[in-house]
């Protein structure tokens, strides 16, 4: 057999590098039953303090009492046991409070006092950090996510702070809380089912299948007793198939920042999304990037999918064992048609979770800085359809009632009836001076709206166009609305501006 020979400088430089340059090792460090030397008493060093104490380490502080901010005076206060895993000593440091310790740590003013710090623990052998001082840290603390035993890290080298922490924010955002337990259940059962499975597509199949329930449900009672027999049984063949499951999100308006916490995890450990033509490009940036995507459009005036053909696709997906995301614009249980779908569903027995969103009403009020139920002006709020599924107004409702000002009244999908509505409304009875309001894509970057009077709507809504979705407000709630669009055009116009 040939004998391999070394690479030749060239073959090393054209051979791609398994790991691109580091600017720092991320190690996880174990501080169980360790000591660390701190000194300073400002805030900074209390949060060092409190990381340290939760990593299970005895912190001696050295710090003279007058020269502790409140924050550290407090921790100290709580933890004034003899036991306590915080030692205070009432004086500076010096280069003799190294001993035994595993880090060292120093909060100061000056580069002076923070070169000699880590010199002097340079010297006895102990990693040195200097908080907020790069030059003279041996090792530096990241942005923490903690769902301990699992716990991530974010470092940016010490060049930008901000960053790091605006980038836990989002990692936050994906991790459940429940994540915290699970890996607690993993790291209980793991030699149990390591005994029990070979290693390989054995243990690898229950792992997989373990990690599929972290980011979908909460463990319950007893469910590492379960995930141990399962392992027992983890390759027989099932003698009857996974049903999958269906969550209908509500994507909100628009604005990819207004989704909750639960929609973008459940968006993250979908399957299957089937979406509305009316969700935005942002929001389905924030689903998982292996799910299929289908798009179901239901839009007004346009070609869009059978309902029916919509509730037979979710079935025949949970069936096949799949994670589906009904994902809808706005709030799925308004207008929504969410009702018909949850019923299919049920008669299935598939499992249905509803996760809420921003409806446009509410969006629509935080855009304008206004309140829907203003005690001044308004006594309740009501949504109502703007057309029929001829695409009218809907024959059954009480135009009395509706001329109310004093009630806040939304339209949803009211465009294309918008002089419908002001002529049923103004015919029984409500002034044509009653504040109105016209927003067009809401919270999008292609968002129109008109504040005015109930009169000149039909004339504003011809000018806003129908092409995307419309939402109409009309009563006394939007009257601060209307005195600031009054104010920002001539005196003499009547017409509120567009734009």
């Known amino acids: 057999m040939e004998a391999l020979q070394p690479l030749r400088n060239d073959e090393r430089r054209s051979t791609p590098a398994r790991m691109e340059p580091l600017a720092k090792l991320p ?7 360790k000591q660390v030397v701190l000194a300073g008493g400002s805030d900074g060093a209390a949060w060092k303090a409190e990381l340290l104490i939760a990593c299970g380490a005895t912190v001696r502080l050295y710090c003279p ?6 924050v550290m005076r407090n921790l100290i ?10 030692i205070h000593h009432d004086r500076p440091w010096s280069i003799d409070i190294f001993e035994n310790a595993a880090l060292a740590l120093l909060d100061c003013e000056t580069n002076e006092e923070a070169k000699a710090f880590y010199c002097a623990a340079k010297a006895a052998g102990v990693p040195v950090n200097v908080i907020d001082k790069p030059a003279f840290c041996q090792f530096q603390f990241g942005s923490i996510v903690n769902r301990s035993p699992v716990v991530i890290a974010i470092s940016t080298d010490g060049a930008a702070p901000i960053l790091a922490q605006a980038i836990r924010r989002r990692i936050e955002t994906l991790l459940p809380p429940a994540l915290k337990a699970w890996a607690g259940i993993a790291q209980s059962i793991r030699e149990a089912v390591n005994e029990r499975l070979k290693p390989g597509t054995e243990r ?6 373990f990690v599929d329930r972290v980011f979908r449900e909460v463990p319950a009672e007893g469910v590492a007793e379960q995930l141990i027999a399962d392992a027992e049984h983890i390759m027989q063949p099932e003698t009857a198939p996974m049903v999958g499951r269906v969550t209908l999100v509500g994507a909100g308006p628009g604005d990819a920042e207004l989704l909750t916490l639960k929609a973008v995890r459940a968006l993250q450990a979908a399957d299957v999304i089937l979406f509305d033509d009316l969700v935005s490009g942002d929001v ?14 239901k839009r007004g005036g346009r070609e869009s999918c059978k309902q029916e053909d919509i509730n037979a696709t979710m079935i025949s997906l949970a069936k096949a064992g799949k994670r589906v995301v009904r994902l809808k614009s706005g709030d799925p249980m ?5 009702g018909e779908e949850i019923e299919s569903l049920e008669r299935e027995g598939i ?11 509410t969006a629509m009020a935080a855009r304008l800085g206004v309140s829907l139920t203003h005690r001044d002006h308004a006594q309740s709020v009501r949504f109502v359809t703007g057309h029929s599924r001829k695409g009218e107004l809907p024959s059954d409702l009480d135009w009395s009632k509706l001329a109310d000002a004093s009630v806040t009244t939304v339209f949803y999908m009211g465009g294309r009836t918008a002089a419908a509505i002001t002529e049923k409304l103004t015919g029984n009875g409500m002034s044509a001076q009653t504040p109105a309001v016209i927003f067009s894509a809401i919270a999008r970057e292609d968002e129109r709206r008109w504040v005015g009077r109930l009169v000149d709507m039909p004339a504003a809504m011809a000018e806003i166009g129908y092409e995307n979705p419309v939402l109409i407000g009309i009563g006394d709630a ?3 609305a209307l005195k600031d669009a009054d104010q920002q055009r001539p005196a003499e116009s009547q017409q509120a501006a567009i734009g």
């Not at 009492?65 to 409140?70: A, F, I, M, V, Y």
């Not at 690898?204 to 299948?209: D, K, N, P």
């Not at 389905?284 to 459009?297: C, I, N, Q, T």
Request: glycine share 10%.
């Open 27 to 33: 190690v996880f460090f174990g501080l169980e039953g």
């Open 65 to 70: 009492k007058d020269e502790l901010g409140d």
């Open 77 to 86: 206060a709580q933890h004034s046991d003899e036991n306590s895993p915080l």
């Open 204 to 209: 690898r199949t229950f792992w997989e299948r």
């Open 284 to 297: 389905l940036e924030l689903a998982r990037r292996e799910a299929k995507r289908m798009l179901v459009g």
């Open 334 to 338: 308004i207008f929504g048609r969410a």
């Open 351 to 361: 499992p249905v979770e509803i996760v809420p969103g921003v409806t446009a009403a």
């Open 478 to 480: 939007f009257v601060k």
